[in-house]
């Protein structure tokens, strides 16, 4: 720890990392480095950052010679990765955490998320946003893929915490015209409350619920608007199992496959963020794939729901690239995404198609370049400054295979470190900007008072 323990250097960092006196200048390093980006495993490594940039990188001795000035953050048995990005999430269904066990998607929508959601207002989606956003922290995630209702408020309750996020507003309109328009209004509104906050966190999307919550009609105007936008559109799709019939008849329209309806509303494109894909064919999965698409699996919320396994060696087979998501809590129920990888490999055993190897499974688990962000992702110089450090203790075998342990022994891999954008929001596994225990004695309030309106609606 650079010479200086305990709870002094704690405090000491966590007073640098809260001014902003200038240029942000700090150097992290690490036993082991796994860059996602060029699927390389190094030994000693060490990269400088200045503002939202490394600047410079290499072994950390060289490192660390060239630039004795600037702060260290690292460790022994550290791994330090791209941070960590979750593909698909409702960051404030946290407060129905442990809502609804064992049901499946259709009963746990109806009798368990649904009554609660509805008393859901403003400021309980931004406690909510916030105390997941400090959980996925807490994990290495630097940044979501968010879908929900108040997301001007989730994008609040994220950006106190820290992270990145790709934020949209979940449309609805089951065929209802003037529903429609308020949901694209409501959208609007969203694309020009983030283009206001002018933050270099936030980014938006249109998203379309799923096909059987959404009309042609609504799902026509947003191929228009994400391109007038600039926006990708986040859409859940083939999550369950009798999603084409269900779209079928909803709308009364004949539906020969998801990918040939998708075209024909002219969303087939690399804008397309699919999640779920679970019961999506081979035949989509290619057709998504050579359009660019990207999927966002979500092993977990699969078999919990009851929908299936991931379809993850089919969108290897496809060659249709995919990240990996934990859903909301209320389908997880956990905020650990090392585990999304380790559920990702083992469904990949039992399941058809090429087997998932460890790169495929740790790449899922960060941004994957060139996306979203338009910045480079990784662990070289020019590379965003967006990166995790994780470190090996009890439970873990330091000897054994780095990538077996990131994703097979997440009880023994705990996260030390967090830097966004330059910025450091986790440092010796605390929390630079919000203190834990206040946040959880607030959740705990939250979600008391929301059982209590759940149980007496009166
Ligand atoms: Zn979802």
């Known amino acids: 720890m650079n010479g200086v323990s305990g709870a002094y250097a704690h405090i000491r960092k966590c007073i640098y990392v809260s001014c902003n006196l200038g240029p942000l200048m700090s150097l992290l390093y690490a036993d082991w480095a796994v860059d996602t980006a060029s ?19 290499g072994s950390k001795s060289e490192i660390i010679s060239k630039y004795p000035s600037y702060e260290k953050f690292g460790g022994r048995r550290c791994v330090m990765i791209p ?22 998607m259709a009963e746990w929508f109806e009798k368990s998320v649904n009554p609660r959601e509805r008393l859901l207002d403003e400021s309980l989606v931004k406690l909510g946003a916030k105390v997941a956003a400090a959980e996925f922290a807490l994990n290495g995630v630097g940044g979501v893929f968010d879908m929900y209702f108040h997301e001007d408020k989730v994008v609040e309750g994220a950006e106190e915490v820290g992270i990145r996020g790709i934020f949209s507003y979940g449309m609805i309109d089951y065929g209802n015209k003037e529903k429609a328009d308020t949901e694209l209004k409501e959208t609007l509104n969203f694309y020009r409350f983030i283009q206001g906050r002018r933050s270099p966190l936030a980014k938006m999307a249109v998203a379309p619920h799923a096909l059987y919550t959404c009309s042609p009609d609504i799902l026509k105007r947003v191929g228009s608007l994400s391109l007038e936008l600039d926006s990708p559109v986040n859409l859940h799709l083939a999550e369950r199992p009798d999603e084409i019939e269900l779209v079928r008849g909803t709308f009364g329209i004949k539906l020969s496959s998801f990918a040939a309806y998708l075209k024909e509303l002219n969303l ?25 698409a990207f999927a966002a699996l979500n092993p977990t919320s699969n078999l919990r729901l009851g929908n299936g396994l991931p379809p993850a060696n089919r969108a290897k087979l496809a060659k249709l690239e995919f990240g990996v998501g934990t859903d909301g809590a209320c389908s997880n129920d956990d905020s650990n995404l090392l585990s999304e990888a380790k559920m990702l490999l083992v469904s990949s055993m039992v399941s058809e198609g090429p087997r998932l190897d460890l790169w495929d499974a740790v790449s899922a688990l960060t941004l994957p370049t060139g996306r979203f962000f338009v910045r480079d992702i990784g662990l070289s110089r020019g590379c965003l400054a967006d990166i995790a450090i994780f470190e090996m203790g009890l439970g873990s075998n330091p000897s054994g295979s780095i990538l077996g342990n990131l994703t097979y022994s997440t009880d023994g891999v705990r996260a030390r470190h967090l830097t966004v954008g330059g910025k450091h929001i986790v440092v010796d596994g605390k929390l630079v900007n919000c203190e834990k225990e206040r946040l959880f004695d607030e959740y705990e309030q939250a979600t008391r008072k929301i059982e209590d309106m759940v149980d007496d609606p009166d």
Do not use: K, Y
Request: charged fraction near 20%.
């Open 39 to 57: 699927r390389t495993l190094r030994r000693d490594w060490a990269v400088a950052i200045e503002g939202d940039s490394i600047v410079d990188a």
């Open 83 to 104: 941070a960590l990005f979750n593909s698909h999430t409702h960051l404030p269904m946290v407060l129905l955490r442990s809502a609804a066990e064992q049901q499946p």
């Open 268 to 292: 087939l494109g690399p804008r397309l963020v699919l999640a779920h894909c679970t019961n999506l064919s081979l035949e989509d999965m290619s057709i998504f794939g050579r359009a660019g």
